[in-house]
């Protein structure tokens, strides 16, 4: 089950209570539990987490370290299996998928940015942008393609390589690759982790835009409630569950609901 | 430190057993060869025990002819000679032994018997004693009787009571075998020869040529007698003419030629395990040096926390030694038990049955095992810990991606090592460096090797990407041909240690293509005769077929011309010598179109002889010049020359009359060349040939190709021997691609979880990673035909002197050789590919 907390109402922030209603949504979980090892050294990553990521919107996913942000995130992508529960991007159920079909989905309906090491240093900038299309043998959509490029701002450095980018393009790279496809949903774990605060704020806005202007729907795991306060909407995890959940937040809204969990960890 | 080394070490297993591997191969062939060899010896040892036990001297006449074998002595000894030995002082008795080699035996399936070198040897039938002992029958009493030794017996699969044709210095003659017999130890042969024993006449007749005559007296001592004494005595009473040797004396020299000819089989074992450990440097080398970069941070870290420079280079150093000690024991012991096998094998190939010693292990076993494990594996690090030393502390703190060093210098002295080499190994194909041309040219080879060893990183750019393009239509292919290339040095090491076996055996390959094109337009232009009739020589002398057969065929309607020609080794004014004697030299003239220098071409008269021109330059002859020609029999010839031959690019001999047939050790002939008459039924002809030779198995009729392929075809027996023994250092280097892509796909981790993550599925990681594989070994191949070929070429360019003007490439088989290429890298990526395609996603991508 969902455990939803209920907590003080903030100026600027919507709050919504109880199970969302997960139907129509770009991916959701239903009752999902990870338990990583067995017997003494067992750790239950999420309990029961049932979440539904609504499309076209752009959702962040907070909470303390080990909440199981990544772990969330992972099963919701196809990257790792469910203990119990389902898990379904779109309308297909992937729990039980095997390898073979888990790979495709990622490949045809997910996009991924990662906190670093996102390129493959032999190819290009556009050639990395390109490679799930490529992968797929699917020709890119050109006018669609122009787009991206040009919403990044990367049309001058397609032919650089990766090693001749700075952080802060390659992650945009990463971005573009992630949005070329057009996926159900594009995942980011912490992508603006290892960016200095204007490259961060450049990715952070970029992806927003891609959501108001273009529909896409974004799942990104953060730290950083500034980082968060760019999204639509923030679930909060602690200790494996959803704990609570911001709509329209403001990075001081989400600082606060931060605070709130840490004491309320601290009294627990 | 040390502590922490080893632990590195352990805490990498798999590294550790791959990079072992080549040393253990490289090391396994070292020991295998010396425990075979010392095996071996030492079984030959006990074969000859006991096989001089009842002689305590023998007396043989010294060879007439210079430079045959000391096995062979067709001087004869007078019989008279027998009882005068008999009655020195001291002698017990003195039996004469009439014995040669040369009786060969058609077997039961029509075949004559062969043996792997060991003589077929005729000799008169002395009775049983210590060492002969009949199993069956008895031994021969009428002359058309004879007793065989077990080994021939089971070889040519007769038995008591059959008759059995017998091929002699006579053509065949056919006898009954009447027993069977062995020696002490229940041994079937000793040392793998084959032995017929006739009654002494008919021996001295097939055997020696001669009634009454002998080959060897064998004398007992009489009681109290060293036979020391009894040699000295009995080499007074018979003169300086004739050899005295006590039993103990031919003991040894027996065993000793089976043990020159086994040091040097042994060497060439070396040479081989030499290749093979080359190619190891290169895998180890690479292996250290992926290592030593994939640990930049961690040595990085060493540094900055205060170890020095030398503690680094000692970190990298014992690392090796480790490794090389564990390979070394590991391959010493599959060393022993590859050398025992392979005594096996020996001891009971080609129906010889040799009982074998105790598999010993020679002390040079031990010490090459450890000297060559370690040596090699510490050379092969000394560049990988140099650069690991020169890591500055502050790399530790920075992004670990290798730059990408400039191949400038490497170049260079890759072209300067390049150039040395052809150089020197030219020097030495020009055969102006003597004694040592050998040397050089091994020398030469090596250096060049590693020359283009230190050229194929600049290569490998252009060459993988353009062998990459044919599988760049698919994403994976061309993910794995990037990957070929991103690290020049690397991949380069990997092809380059596959480009020196194959180098090798190509080389090898064109050389005997070329010669076998030359003789094939050599036959085709140059030889006119319609058929020839010839056989497999499989050991000194040639096989031989019966005299009469060449009347007959000049008497099958549609001949034209009939040459015959005999062998045998002679002595011209004291040089030793092949020569022949040729039945109808106008004939023969036609055959190969000889045109004569000097004096004319004719029928040779008594005493005269036909020389070419190379052999007339050394021996300084003209026509008209007189020279003293000693054969296997009788007194020496005073013979004139009547023609000095121009030369020729197929046939140059020195030609003797007709005369001194009965002079030669096998007074018959070996080829018969036949011309018909135009317009002849060649088939027919050549069918009513195949008949008369019917009591000749030794030798066959064929037409010019068919006689050329004849020649030919033992060169298929070199070059699988060569393709066998090379097998060796290619798989090293088939190891080696194993290992270099093992460790990139360790390093490249992340990367392929990245590539799971955003959609390539296993099959796809597989088939990139088979592409690096397969682009890295056809690179290899390709270098390997191209540096082999110019290695045939330059040789067969050297030999255009000896008359190979034909330089032919050997396509198809270059074409097999890269098609196993690439067969070879799709086997070599498996496990690597099944690695990285098991990858787990989360791991990678996760793990920092
Ligand atoms: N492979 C694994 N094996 C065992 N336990 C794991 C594994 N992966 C994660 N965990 C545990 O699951 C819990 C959740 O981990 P997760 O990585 O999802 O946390 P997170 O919220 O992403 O933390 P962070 O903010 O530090 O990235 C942690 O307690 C972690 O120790
Ligand atoms: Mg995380």
């Given amino acids: ?268 | 430190m040390l502590r922490a080394t080893l632990k590195s070490v352990l805490s990498r297993k798999l590294r550790l057993v791959l990079s072992g591997l080549a040393v253990v191969l490289g090391v396994m062939f070292v020991s295998g060869a010396f425990v075979l060899t010392d095996t071996l010896g030492r079984s030959f040892d006990s074969l000859f025990a006991g096989v001089y036990a009842g002689t305590d001297v023998a007396v043989t006449a010294k060879p007439a002819v210079a430079g045959v074998d000391s096995g062979e002595r067709p001087t004869n000894l007078p019989a008279d000679l027998v009882a005068k030995v008999r009655s020195v002082p001291g002698v017990a008795t003195a039996t004469g032994v009439a014995q040669a080699d040369g009786a060969r035996v058609i077997g039961g399936n029509g075949k004559v018997v062969t043996t792997m070198g060991a003589p077929r040897l005729g000799t008169n039938w002395t009775g049983t004693s210590d060492l002969v002992q009949l199993r069956e029958g008895r031994g021969p009493q009428a002359a058309d009787e004879i007793a065989v030794n077990a080994a021939l017996a089971k070889a040519a699969g007769i038995k008591v009571g059959d008759r059995v044709g017998v091929l002699t210095l006579q053509p065949k003659k056919t006898f009954t075998l009447v027993g069977i017999f062995g020696y002490s130890g229940d041994r079937d042969s000793i040392g793998g020869s084959m032995f017929v024993a006739f009654t002494e006449p008919v021996a001295q007749e097939l055997m020696l040529g001669a009634k009454g005559t002998y080959s060897s007296i064998d004398v007992t001592a009489a009681p109290g007698q060293s036979p020391e004494k009894v040699r000295d005595a009995v080499r007074a009473e018979v003169g300086g003419g004739y050899e005295v040797k006590t039993g103990k004396e031919l003991q040894a020299a027996t065993v000793d030629s089976f043990r020159q000819g086994l040091s040097f089989f042994n060497n060439i074992l070396l040479g081989f395990a030499g290749v093979a450990l080359f190619v190891g440097v290169f895998l180890i080398l690479n292996t250290f040096s992926i290592i030593v970069a994939q640990r930049t941070r961690e040595l990085a870290l060493m540094r900055a926390v205060g170890a020095s420079r030398r503690q680094m280079i000692g970190a990298v150093l014992v690392e090796a030694a480790a490794i090389g000690l564990v390979a070394s024991v590991v391959g010493l012991a599959a060393g022993i038990g590859v050398g025992a096998g392979l005594a096996y094998v020996f001891g009971h190939v080609g129906g010889t049955d040799l009982p074998l010693a105790s598999i010993g292990v020679p002390a040079a076993a031990v010490i090459g095992a450890f000297g060559v494990g370690l040596v090699v594996t510490l050379v092969a690090a000394l560049l990988p810990a140099l650069r690991a030393s020169r890591i500055p502390p502050v790399a530790a703190l920075q992004e670990a991606a290798t730059p990408d060093r400039p191949l400038t210098k490497i170049t260079v002295a890759g072209g300067l090592m390049s150039a040395a080499g052809a150089t020197v190994g030219g020097y030495g194909l020009s055969g102006k460096a003597g004694d040592s041309t050998m040397w050089l040219i091994m020398a030469g080879v090596l250096v060049s090797f590693i020359g283009v060893a230190l050229l194929t990183p600049v290569l490998a750019r252009p060459v993988v990407s353009v062998l990459g393009r044919l599988f760049s239509w698919s994403v994976p292919g061309k993910l794995g041909r990037l990957n070929s290339g991103r690290n020049p040095r690397r991949t380069a090491i990997t092809a380059a240690a596959l480009m020196v076996g194959l180098a090798l055996i190509t080389g090898v390959n064109v050389i005997l293509s070329s010669v076998t094109a030359t003789l094939h337009k050599q036959g085709d232009t140059l030889v006119k005769a319609d058929l020839i009739v010839s056989g497999e020589q499989m050991a000194e002398m040639p096989p031989t077929f019966d005299p009469a057969v060449l009347d007959k065929m000049r008497g099958i309607p549609g001949v034209r011309d009939v040459a015959g020609e005999y062998y045998d080794r002679a002595t011209l004014n004291g040089q030793g010598w092949g020569v022949d004697v040729v039945t109808d030299l106008p004939a023969m003239a036609r055959m190969f179109p000889l045109n004569a220098k000097e004096g004319s071409i004719g029928p040779l008269g008594p005493d005269q002889l036909a020389i070419d021109e190379a052999h007339a330059k050394i021996l300084n002859l003209h026509a008209g010049s007189t020279v003293t020609v000693q054969l296997s029999r009788g007194a020496p010839h005073t013979m004139t020359v009547a023609a000095v031959l121009a030369k020729n690019d197929v046939f140059n001999s020195i030609m003797l009359s007709p005369s001194v047939v009965g002079d030669l050790r096998v007074p018959q002939p070996s080829w018969a060349y036949v011309r018909v008459v135009p317009g002849a039924d060649v088939a027919a002809v050549r069918a009513q040939i195949d008949r008369l030779l019917a009591d000749s198995p030794e030798v066959n009729v064929t037409d010019r190709s068919g006689y050329i392929q004849q020649q030919t075809k033992q060169f298929d027996a070199v070059l699988m021997m060569i393709q066998v023994l090379l097998a060796l250092a290619i798989l090293i280097a088939v190891l080696g691609i194993v290992n270099t892509l093992a460790l990139s796909v360790l390093e490249r981790t992340r990367e392929l979880g990245l590539l799971r993550a955003i959609g390539l599925r296993r099959g796809q990681v597989m088939r990139m990673v088979t592409v690096e594989s397969v682009v890295i070994s056809v690179f290899g191949a390709l270098l390997g035909l191209a540096v082999g070929c110019g290695l045939g070429a330059a040789v067969v360019r050297a030999l255009r002197s000896e008359g190979i003007t034909s330089l032919a490439l050997p396509w198809s088989q270059m074409g097999v050789y890269l098609v196993l290429a690439g067969v070879v890298g799709v086997v070599a990526a498996v496990l690597p590919a099944v690695r990285a395609a098991r990858i787990n996603v989360l791991g990678a991508i996760a793990h920092e």
């Fill in chain 1, 1 to 268: 089950m969902t455990l939803t907390m209920g907590g003080a109402h903030r100026p600027g922030a919507t709050r919504q209570s109880g199970a969302a209603d997960t139907s129509g949504a770009a991916a959701r979980a239903v009752d999902v539990w990870k338990v990583y090892g067995s017997g003494e050294a067992e750790v239950a990553a999420l309990r029961g987490v049932s979440v539904g990521l609504e499309r076209g919107r752009y959702t962040a996913i907070m909470g303390p370290s080990g909440s199981g942000k990544s772990t969330l995130m992972h099963c919701l992508a196809g990257l790792d299996s469910v203990t119990r529960g389902e898990v379904y991007v779109g309308d297909t159920l992937i729990t039980g998928l095997g390898d073979r079909g888990l790979t495709d989905l990622r490949r045809d309906k997910v996009g991924f940015i990662f906190q670093q090491f996102n390129l493959l240093p032999t190819l290009t900038a556009e050639e990395n942008i390109l490679l799930p299309l490529s992968i797929a043998g699917r020709k890119p959509d050109r006018q669609w393609y122009d787009t991206v490029i040009d919403t990044v701002g990367l049309r001058d450095r397609l032919r650089h390589r990766p090693t001749q980018l700075s952080g802060g393009q390659q992650q945009r790279v990463a971005c573009a690759r992630a949005l070329v496809s057009r996926p159900d949903v594009i995942f980011a774990d912490e992508p603006t982790g290892n960016l200095d605060s204007r490259s961060g704020a450049e990715v952070l806005g970029f992806l927003r835009n891609s959501v108001r202007q273009f529909g896409q729907t974004i799942v990104m795991v953060t730290h950083d409630a500034n980082a968060a306060s760019y999204a639509d909407r923030v679930i909060f995890l602690a200790d494996g569950q959803i704990v609570d959940e911001l709509r329209e937040p403001t990075a001081e809204a989400v600082l606060d609901t931060m605070k709130n969990l840490d004491t309320m960890a601290a009294v627990a």
